[in-house]
């Protein structure tokens, strides 16, 4: 197998790992028990491998001159369990099955919180609420609190259990802070993450919803921005601030790379 080459071992953010890939490939090549754990290891920390990636993977393991018999059955559980995450992967793809609620705001709403402007949009703008206790029913109800003196809303807000739209996604709402002429506010639909309950059950959900939307549309992950993209502020915080993550790996290029694999 030492002629060929793969798009996975490039893809290998750590050099070693690269390096350990590039030696198993060789003729005479083998992989230490510690190099497989370290593959392993960079296999998850870029998310769900794509069918392709799976096979390359598979074709360099199984192949590769392994030291010994424990090497060789880890391979095997390794790819075992790599192949039913992908599965459960595909399964999922097929529907779209979050609670999905239409709630719109009134366009007589304070502050001009829906101008009723019309919009055909071009991006979806990620943020996440900065509010560690609320969920998407109180998100929505405050944007219709008669004490919420603010110029801000949103089109989409998802948490553990269910997405509702506060706003039509063909009218303009004011989230991106780029001001009255901005593309982010002008051309893109807002998505509020929620930061309470089950983080992981919520970033699943805003992953299938985000893909619902592109799909939607027919958008690939280039449409997708953070708020962070049109002003720079550090939102959507619970992905691109190492400090509000949950897991480290759940970085905003994970997100994507998830979202893509809904597509
Ligand atoms: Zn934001």
Redesign the pocket.
Same mark, same amino acid.
């Given at each position: 197998m030492g002629n060929k080459s793969y798009a996975l071992v490039s893809k290998m953010r750590d050099p070693s790992v690269r390096m350990a890939l590039a030696n198993a490939l060789k003729d005479d090549g083998r992989l230490s028990y510690d190099e497989i754990l370290m593959i392993v290891a960079s296999t998850y920390d870029w998310g769900i491998v794509t069918w392709h990636e799976f096979n390359d993977l598979k074709t360099i393991l199984n192949e590769a001159k392994t030291i010994d018999q424990r090497s060789k059955n880890y391979i095997n559980n390794f790819l075992n369990k790599l192949y039913h995450d992908y599965l459960a992967n595909q399964s999922k793809k097929k529907a779209f099955t979050l609670p999905y609620t239409k709630d719109h705001i009134p366009k007589t709403t304070n502050n001009s919180r829906r101008p009723g402007y019309a919009m055909t949009p071009q991006y979806l703008?990620i943020?996440?609420t /900065?509010n560690p206790k609320s969920y998407a029913t109180g998100e929505r109800k405050w944007l219709t609190n008669p004490t919420n003196n603010r110029t801000a809303s949103f089109h989409l807000v998802v948490d553990e259990k269910e997405a509702i739209e506060c706003l039509p996604l063909n009218e303009v709402a004011w989230? /991106?802070?780029d001001g009255g002429k901005g593309t982010g506010n002008r051309k893109s639909i807002?998505m509020?993450i929620c930061e309470s309950g089950d983080r992981q059950k919520t970033l699943e959900n805003a992953i299938s919803l985000a893909a619902k939307i592109l799909k939607d549309h027919s958008w690939d992950t280039t449409k997708l921005k953070r708020?962070y993209d049109w002003t720079q502020?550090i939102?959507?915080r619970i992905l691109i601030d190492s400090g509000q993550r949950d897991k480290q790996t759940q970085t905003w290029e994970w997100f994507t790379k998830q979202v893509a694999t809904l597509l």
């Open positions: 703008t943020h996440s /900065a989230h /991106a802070g807002g509020e708020h502020k939102c959507p």
